[in-house]
């Protein structure tokens, strides 16, 4: 019997001092004071080698050696980011960095649902610009995107995305024109500026995660039916004669699992009277916590698209936000100020799942 016991207290040993250690990470909790939110960052993404054993072994594995393709006019691997995404093989299953030097490409990119993994990486000194004048009219909507990123694990970070189509006067059919349509799971975005004017960014399906972007537009320009965390973005509401509204999330019902939250971001523009969102859909979830708004945004806030019967069932809500344009006294009743428990499950990368899934910018 005593032999017995001190095998197993000499297994329990073994066990406990030869174990792999797993690093812990920082909370998902984002701080509420924004000089902290990208120390907080820092210590909660972390590059690959210490965030291994807390990424969902597929993720570990695909991103452990990433290959490298070079685009620039007149060199590099490949002279056009189309030709870069077209090398890369269907059923792709490791991360393929397509690297793209300054300058302006003028082309309407599709990255298909069977090629997951690829990243699209601009230089954050001498972004480069990626613009093409799709429009509603021409292609449809959701297909008239500069970039159309269909596959999962899709990233983005510094680079300039243009649809350069003219703004919308009221007159012309099909006008809407996107600049960005993210469709794919698990997709992120660091750095990236999105410009146009009605539909700019189509956060179309999926769980997605905005780091330090700019997005522009006049109406609905962050539109579709994708869960996301907008993080130390600024939203930039562009003039117009017209309807001014950032947000139409197409959420139907409440058992649908999607939704918008702004963290940490600013509302600018020189727009008059822009609403945060309006009731597209019959259910929206779009919240906006610490969050600067200017005087561009319309005191009440928020609309119910001239359907009153949407006033039950959306889910608008504001935390702790400043500014002139944040001011609760004039907001539509039917939005809400929450509650720091009302806002917990807003402020957290747990919104979006993102500690199982998400790296920090890449690097080469």
Known sequence: MARNFSRFYATIFMVLFFAPIVLSQGS????????KVNAWFDSTIKPLKESAGTLDPDVAKAEAEPKIIKVKKGGGDFDTITKAIESVPIGNSKRVIISIAPGVYNEKITIDRNKPYVTLLGDPKNMPNVTFDG??????????GTIIALSSYFVAAYINIVNSAPQPDGKMVGAQAVALRVSGDRSAFYGVNLYGFQDTLCDDRGNHFFKDCNIRGTVDFIFGSGKSLYLNSEIYVEADPGLTVITAQARESESEDTGYSFVHGKVTGDAKGAFLGRAWKSS????????EMS???NP????????????KTVFYGEYK??????????REP?????????????????????????LPPPKI
């Open 334 to 358: 039917f939005t809400k100020q929450l509650t720091e428990k009302e806002v917990q499950p807003f402020i957290s990368l747990d919104f979006i799942g993102a500690t199982k899934w998400l």
């Open 135 to 144: 429009t509603a009219k021409k292609y449809g909507t959701v297909d008239s």
């Open 300 to 311: 009440a806030g928020w609309s119910h698209n001239s359907q009153p019967e949407r006033a």
């Open 321 to 330: 936000c400043t500014g002139e344009g944040a001011s609760p006294s004039g």
């Open 284 to 291: 929206p979830r779009v919240v906006y916590a610490y969050s």
């Open 28 to 35: 998902a909790q984002i701080p509420a004071e924004k000089s």
């Open 295 to 297: 005087k561009v945004v």
